[in-house]
Structures are given as structure tokens and as C-alpha cells.
């Protein structure tokens, strides 16, 4: 993919948040085409008035893969390829794990992980064929780091990290590259309407996934610190850029986390080397 061609970006759940600043971002400052899926098409069909010509708006629920793939041929018919697939589609799960059901974990997977797979799934073949392409996958620095009360949420963001890194280096002879973007708190509405909160069990009240983490997550909607603004420029830069990470954190709060995680796993792992060697048949 040459850095200076007009590309066209696929991009899922641009109806808002990190996704819709993206779509903006892309059509406002370049010259490049956008796809902008929604489960709704009347929640990005503004886009379509506004820069005529270079945006389709396929209505795609993620979790129906037969629409993903009618959404990927609609693209290429209209724009003649994928140059940039951007795995954004996905919600929050809150809740300790006891008051999380089956039916919520699985919904949770279906679609923080499934759903992207499937999209990558139709999108891929265009890709590897034309010998290009680039694939940002929306993880979070929870796909780092274990947190209370998010455990489905942080499950649904390591899977995808664990499948990504396996994938960039599958795709990577068919000058396909993959990158795993882990944003932090940004102000989108991911702490409100897309956070979908578990009943809550009294036995979990006081703990640290319980009320106290309730109130600051609602305290925290609309108030995060992380610019989703820039966040978009940040990946268009990504875009074009000729050296390409395997994984980005967005905001200071994620380098900070994932730098803690990291040196915390580095302490432990030597704390435990001996032992954990000590497995090894002798000779």
C-alpha cells in the first residue's frame, strides 16, 4: 500500500466514539474513501451528504457474518479494494464474574472478538491477494491488564491480542501487517450507553468490584482525559507511517498500566524461574 495513494478504510462501529472521530478524521483531512458501518445506517448516513462520493455506509451488525461479507463486496464494487480494515465495533461488560450469566459472557465474546474475526474473515482474501493491506484491531489497555469487575470485558480484549499476534505473523509474507491498538480512557460514551452493567449481588457490594467501582465508572463518563480526536489522527499517522508497531497505546494512562503490568509479570517471572525450570528432564 503506497503511503501517498488515495486508500479506503473499512471501518466498524462508526456510529460513535473512537470510531465515528476516525471516519470524520479520514474524510476531513484527507483525500481517502471511508466505509463506515453501523448496526443502524441512519447513524452514519450523514456522512454520506456530507462528502459525497467517498463514503459508503453498509448497515452491518458484526455478530451476522453473512452481512459482513455483504458489506466488504459493497465496498470493493464501490471503491475497488480495502487498503485499511479498523476492528472497531465492540461494548463494555461490568460486573464481578459470579454476576456476569453464560448468555452475557458469550454475547460479550460474540462481538469484541467473534464479530471482528468474522469481518477479517471476508476481508482478508482481498488483501492477501493483492499483496497489501493493513489491519488496526480496537483492543484496550484492559487486553493488558487484568481489572475487578471486568473480567469478561478483559477476557473479550486478551483473546483478540493472542489471535492478532499469531495473525500479523501469518499474513505478514503477503505484506499484510496487523497492529493492536490499546487505547485507554477516552471521552467517548464507552463508560455510558456502551457499558452494559451486570445485575449486581449483594455479597459483592463492598468489594472492589462492586459500588465503589459502579459510582467512579459513572463518575468517570464524559469526563476521561484521552482526546478521541487525536486518537484518530494518531492512527491515520500509523496508516501512513513506513514503521509499523505490533501493538500502540493510546493515552498515558495506558503506557502507564501496561509499563506496570510488564515490569510487575518481569519480577514475578524471575522471582519463580528456578522453579519453574525445574521441570525440565535432566540431560
Same mark, same amino acid.
Given at each position: 500500500?503506497?503511503?501517498?495513494? =488515495?486508500?479506503?478504510?473499512? &471501518?466498524?462501529?462508526?456510529? +460513535? ?11 476531513v ?18 456522512l &454520506?451528504e ?28 464501490? !471503491? ?16 464481578? !464474574? ?7 459472557v458469550?454475547?460479550? !465474546? ?14 482478508l482474501?482481498?488483501? +492477501? ?8 484491531? &480496537?483492543? #484496550?489497555? /484492559? ?12 477476557? #473479550? ?16 509474507? !503477503? ?17 455510558? *450507553? ?12 463492598? *468489594?472492589?468490584?462492586?459500588? +465503589?467501582?459502579?459510582? #467512579? /465508572? ?12 487525536? /486518537? ?5 499517522e500509523?496508516? +501512513? ?16 498500566? &501496561? ?10 517471572? =524471575? ?13
Amino acid at each position: 500500500m503506497a503511503v501517498d495513494a =488515495t486508500i479506503t478504510w473499512f &471501518i466498524t462501529g462508526a456510529s +460513535r466514539g473512537l470510531g465515528r472521530a476516525l471516519a470524520e478524521a479520514v474524510l476531513v483531512r484527507s483525500d481517502d474513501n471511508v466505509v463506515a458501518t453501523a448496526r443502524h445506517r441512519e447513524d452514519v448516513a450523514t456522512l &454520506i451528504e456530507q462528502f459525497p462520493g467517498r463514503v459508503l455506509c453498509p448497515c452491518l451488525d458484526v455478530l451476522d457474518a453473512e452481512a459482513a461479507e455483504r458489506a466488504v463486496e459493497a465496498a470493493i464494487d464501490a !471503491f475497488g479494494a480495502i487498503d485499511v480494515l479498523v476492528n472497531n465495533a465492540g461494548y463494555g461488560l461490568l460486573g464481578a !464474574f459470579e454476576e456476569l450469566s453464560d448468555a452475557r459472557v458469550r454475547q460479550q !465474546f460474540d462481538v469484541n472478538l467473534f464479530g471482528a474475526m468474522d469481518v477479517t474473515r471476508a476481508v482478508l482474501p482481498g488483501m +492477501r491477494r493483492r499483496g497489501s493491506g493493513y489491519i488496526l484491531q &480496537i483492543s #484496550s489497555m /484492559a487486553g493488558q491488564s487484568g481489572f475487578a469487575g471486568y473480567s469478561a470485558y478483559n477476557a #473479550s480484549k486478551f483473546a483478540p491480542e493472542g489471535w492478532s499476534e499469531a495473525l500479523a505473523v501469518e499474513v505478514q509474507e !503477503f505484506d499484510v501487517d496487523v497492529a493492536i491498538v490499546e487505547p485507554g480512557q477516552f471521552r467517548t460514551d464507552w463508560a455510558g *450507553s456502551s457499558l452494559v452493567r451486570a445485575p449486581q449481588r449483594d455479597d459483592y457490594a463492598a *468489594s472492589p468490584a462492586g459500588d +465503589r467501582l459502579r459510582r #467512579s /465508572a459513572d463518575a468517570e463518563n464524559g469526563t476521561q482525559l484521552g482526546d478521541p480526536r487525536r /486518537a484518530a489522527q494518531v492512527l491515520m499517522e500509523l496508516v +501512513r507511517s513506513r514503521d509499523r508497531p505490533l501493538r500502540l497505546p493510546l493515552g498515558r494512562d495506558s503506557v502507564e498500566e &501496561i509499563r506496570s503490568h510488564l515490569l510487575s509479570q518481569e519480577k514475578e517471572l =524471575t522471582k519463580w524461574e528456578a522453579l519453574a525450570t525445574s521441570t525440565d528432564l535432566e540431560g
